[in-house]
T-cell receptor
Framework: GIQVEQSPPDLILQEGANSTLRCNFS?????LQWFHQNPWGQLINLFY???GTKQNGRLSATTVATERYSLLYISSSQTTDSGVYFC?????????????FGKGTHLIIQP | KAGVTQTPRYLIKTRGQQVTLSCSPI?????VSWYQQTPGQGLQFLFE???????NKGNFPGRFSGRQFSNSRSEMNVSTLELGDSALYLC?????????????FGPGTRLTVT
């Protein structure tokens, strides 16, 4: 089945810093999503980005489907950006379908 | 437009009991998927329902089951609970499935089995 790897696993930054989170996937995919899991456990949609670049405020994402990776950029970090960031891709076949998630990047923004 | 809702939000059960969790998708969405999140295994796909039919299933034992109603609301049931079933259970809705449509997640149900 498809493998999804995220890096770095942990990241501690000061407020105002910029960061880049990476997601590598092992096979071609129809789409890719980035989520932010808040402290209460809810997954918040950040980007639905099969390819190309999208921006939403201080966040942007780029997916290079031909090279099987996606990047999430966070600029001018705020403490509310803290949490776990997941990328996920759809998987079909091999005994288990659904979205396959990476293990996440745990981001801590210190004031 | 209202988001995905899940009830209950928290639940404590005893080993051997059974539990039913509920998920109401975004209006107009016909696909509902369920996921289990644990610290050890991360987020894992349980199953997907579309138009009242189970369309896809993950690698979980038969104790985990679900159904979908004509209004697209979905329930999942876990019978004969085990300690290892303690987890955050998340449901996701999409227009027509995870392959080609954006998934939107509910707030989750946190299940503790004692």
């Amino acid at each position: 089945g498809i493998q999804v790897e995220q890096s770095p696993p942990d990241l501690i930054l000061q407020e105002g810093a910029n960061s880049t989170l990476r997601c590598n996937f092992s096979d071609s995919v129809n789409n890719l999503q980035w989520f932010h899991q808040n402290p209460w456990g809810q997954l918040i949609n950040l980007f639905y980005i099969p390819s190309g670049t999208k921006q939403n405020g201080r966040l942007s994402a780029t997916t290079v489907a031909t090279e099987r990776y996606s990047l999430l950029y966070i600029s001018s970090s705020q403490t509310t950006d803290s949490g776990v960031y997941f990328c996920a891709v759809p998987k079909r076949g091999g005994g288990a379908d659904g979205l396959t998630f990476g293990k996440g990047t745990h981001l801590i923004i210190q004031p | 437009k209202a988001g995905v809702t899940q009830t209950p939000r928290y639940l404590i059960k005893t080993r051997g009991q059974q539990v039913t969790l509920s998920c109401s998708p975004i209006s107009g969405h016909r696909s509902v998927s369920w996921y289990q999140q644990t610290p050890g295994q991360g987020l894992q796909f349980l199953f997907e329902y579309f138009s009242e039919t189970q369309r896809n299933k993950g690698n979980f034992p038969g104790r985990f089951s679900g159904r979908q109603f004509s209004n697209s609301r979905s329930e999942m049931n876990v019978s004969t609970l085990e300690l290892g079933d303690s987890a955050l259970y998340l449901c996701a809705s999409s227009l027509a499935g995870f392959l080609d449509y954006e998934q939107y997640f509910g707030p989750g149900t946190r299940l503790t089995v004692t």
